[in-house]
């Protein structure tokens, strides 16, 4: 089936600096892919809509100046955390939709520690 | 009100047993519904995708739809201690944005 690789899958960064996360979809090209983070115990929260070739879609609340995205070609869609601090902590995943049958699928997903 | 509803358990049950998982949705508005599987650490993994009401089966699981109830469940046949995770229902509607939205998930242990 579809796969969606995610990198790194784990990451520990200092306050302040910036951390980038891939996002691949390695069996189709995905003209739209997700970014949701979430918090132990709880649902995945959308952050934001990817679109190759053009901005991103944020959802109410998310920083955009904080959480870069770029989605540079149908494959690869990126999350950048700008300024981390502790706060930022959590487990961020990508989704992407496979065009052939409509079927979202996940990233494994990319712990973020800010110490 | 949230959207989706969805008991966040634990539900704790014998290795063989059946399982029932379930959601509730307010927005008459969705039409695709799935069904993810968790594991601890770990990004979401598809296992059920179903389009308006009936049934699917697939293997051990089947999923139902309920759409005048706005209700949806998934049912696991002879429990495996492999099966226990978080699984989260999801649905969307048919619109171009195609955003969707999860439950809180619901933790399931299959004990040996």
């Known amino acids: 089936g579809a796969v969606v690789s995610q990198h790194p899958s784990r990451v520990i960064c200092k306050s302040g600096t910036s951390v980038k996360i891939e996002c691949r979809s390695l069996?189709?090209?995905?003209?739209?892919m997700f970014w949701y983070r979430q918090f132990p115990k709880q649902s995945l929260m959308l952050m934001a809509t990817?679109?190759?070739?053009?901005?991103?879609?944020?959802e109410q609340g998310v920083e955009k100046d904080k959480f870069l995205i770029n989605h540079a070609s149908l494959t690869l869609s990126t999350l950048t955390v700008t300024s981390a601090h502790p706060e930022d902590s959590s487990f961020y995943i990508c989704?992407?939709?496979?065009?052939?049958?409509?079927?979202?699928?996940f990233g494994e997903g990319s712990r973020l520690t800010v110490l | 009100q949230k959207e989706v509803e969805q008991d966040p358990g634990p539900l704790s049950v014998p290795e063989g047993a059946i399982v029932s998982l379930n959601c509730t949705y307010s927005n008459s508005a969705f039409q695709y519904f799935m069904w993810y599987r968790q594991y601890s650490r770990k990004g979401p993994e598809l296992l059920m995708y179903?389009?308006?009401?009936g049934n699917k089966e697939d293997g051990r699981f089947t999923a139902q739809v309920d759409k005048s109830s706005k209700y949806i469940s998934l049912f696991i046949r002879d429990s495996q201690p492999s099966d226990s995770a978080t699984y989260l229902c999801?649905?969307?509607?048919?619109?171009?944005?195609?955003?969707?939205?999860f439950g809180t998930g619901t933790k399931l242990q299959v004990i040996p």
């Open positions: 179903t389009y308006s009401s």
């Open positions: 999801a649905m969307r509607d048919s619109g171009g944005y195609q955003k969707v939205t």
């Open positions: 989704s992407a939709r496979d065009p052939r049958s409509g079927e979202l699928f």
């Open positions: 990817s679109n190759e070739g053009s901005k991103a879609t944020y």
């Open positions: 069996d189709f090209q995905a003209t739209t």
